[in-house]
């Protein structure tokens, strides 16, 4: 099945300056391409969703590349601040259902 | 906004004990999960459903037991808990199709 490895673990940001997290995945034939964020004591919250035909997408705050190429899907924060701080979780698959999530990234954004 | 409503949201058991988690979704969502999520391990699948009286077994599935009663409600059974069953539980929704996953906001076990 579908295997997904997320890194880093940690990453400590200071407020205003960018970071990435990185997942890869195995399977050639995924479709399906989600980023969660999970602040501290809560659930999960989907960030974005990226469709296979998608290469970039932008929401507030962040960028979303997709390069199905490498197996790789990366979420970038363009500009941290403190509502930044929580764990961020890709989920990857070839269904809807069954997606298989990677371990997470847990963010600090310090000033 | 998808609705994945959870219950108990604690729940504290003592090793041997018989639990029931509850969910219940009000999305028409085909597909309910249940999920653990443990440190280290990130969100594990324990079983799900793509409808009333369907159920299939995820990627931990030894030692618990669900049942999908209707279209929005999907149960997690654990009828002889064990320490390492101690976690957090979330349940979710999602569509056939669509494929965001909704998740509730968890219920968090403890067996002593």
């Known amino acids: 099945g579908e295997q997904v490895e997320q890194r880093p673990p940690h990453l400590s940001v200071r407020e205003g300056d960018s970071a990435v997290i990185t997942c890869t995945y195995t399977d050639p034939n995924s479709y399906y391409f989600f980023w969660y964020k999970q602040e501290p004591g809560a659930s999960l919250q989907l960030l974005m969703k990226?469709?296979?035909?998608?290469e970039i997408n932008e929401g507030q705050g962040f960028t979303v590349l997709l390069n199905k190429k490498d197996k790789r899907l990366s979420l970038n924060l363009t500009a941290a601040h403190p509502g930044d701080s929580a764990a961020y979780f890709c989920a990857v698959g070839p269904y809807a259902q069954g997606l298989t999530f990677g371990l997470g990234t847990r963010v600090s954004v310090f000033p | 906004e998808a609705a994945v409503t959870q219950s108990p949201r604690n729940k504290v058991t003592v090793t041997g004990g018989n639990v029931t988690l509850s969910c219940r979704q009000t999305n028409s969502h085909n597909y309910m999960y249940w999920y653990r999520q443990d440190t280290g391990h990130g969100l594990r699948l324990i079983h799900y459903?793509?409808?009333?009286?369907?159920?299939q077994i995820g990627d931990v599935p030894d030692g618990y037991k669900a049942t999908r009663t209707t279209q929005e409600d999907f149960f997690l059974l654990l009828e002889l808990a064990s320490p390492s069953q101690t976690s957090l539980y979330f349940c979710a929704s999602s569509d056939a199709f669509r494929g965001e996953v909704f998740f509730g906001k968890g219920t968090r076990l403890t067996v002593v």
């Open positions: 459903s793509y409808g009333a009286g369907n159920l």
């Open positions: 990226v469709f296979s035909s998608t």
